[in-house]
């Protein structure tokens, strides 16, 4: 068994994978803000893991809560290179490219293989990332995330309120404050989007984050959802290692 671990700037994510199984194919998953960590890992153990690969941005110190939590079982601390999993990584300094942004691009080229792709990842900071067909990382952007955009302007201008996006968007134009702001970060987050997807000569995006399902009806370019896909990618890292002789599942 396979455990899979994207530890954010916010939550943890985690899923378990047969061996043999497709990428983004779980038989568990589950996802905890960092301070019910230790309920959650409670099921990592007595799964017959033999085998951790995380993703983890969020810091030296939750490395080291998670390395305690997961002890004894063996363990990769995923970090972004020169190639892995088929894709060429095109960062000036491939290393200091964020490896939760190397695993979602090798998530997207898994679930669309041999097309132009635009990854999107809205979370705490969004992400807009390009990768090409013939498999090359090209390099991306990084904007403040929809909650931060609206929690900049609440915290940094004397009269507006704290805006949150509700279960359906406001008019682009709206005749009130919080609908306005909403709207305008909304458009923010999409414009962003849509001029990499234009840049791009019309890349196929792929959208994710615990902030998309807000963003994708601001959209006005094709896209697929795609849950956790961090975690897609860090599975589909674990069976090219297989095919490699290099790993197990």
């Not at 041999?114 to 705490?124: E, K, M, S």
Request: contains cysteine; negative net charge.
């Amino acid at each position: 068994m396979l455990l899979l671990i994207d530890a954010g700037n916010t939550r943890v994510k985690w899923a378990l994978a047969e061996a043999g199984a497709s990428a983004g194919q779980w038989l568990a998953s589950g996802a905890a803000h960092h301070a019910d960590l230790d309920a959650a890992a409670a099921g990592w153990h007595g799964g017959g893991v033999v085998r951790a690969l995380v993703s983890n941005v969020a810091g030296a110190a939750l490395r080291e809560r998670l390395a305690a939590l997961l002890a004894p079982i063996p363990v990769e601390w995923f970090a972004s290179s020169g190639s892995r999993a088929g894709l060429v990584n095109g960062y000036r300094e491939p290393e200091r490219l964020g490896c939760d942004r190397f695993a979602a691009a090798i998530g997207a080229r898994a679930l669309a293989p041999g097309q132009d792709l635009i990854v999107a990842t809205c979370g705490t900071a969004t992400t807009v990332d390009a990768v090409s067909a013939d498999g090359r990382f090209i390099g991306g952007m990084i904007l403040p995330g929809l909650a931060l955009m609206a929690g900049a302007l609440a915290k940094n201008t004397a009269q507006l309120p704290q805006a949150t996006p509700g279960a359906a968007p406001p008019p682009q134009f709206a005749d009130n404050t919080i609908d306005a702001i909403v709207s305008g970060c909304l458009s923010a987050q999409a414009g962003a989007i849509e001029r990499a997807v234009a840049a791009h000569g019309g890349a196929f995006c792929i959208l994710s984050g615990g902030a998309a399902p807000y963003i994708a009806p601001a959209l006005k370019c094709g896209y697929r959802m795609a849950d956790n896909i961090v975690l897609v990618g860090l599975h589909a890292v674990a069976l090219a290692d297989v095919d490699m002789g290099d790993g197990t599942c």
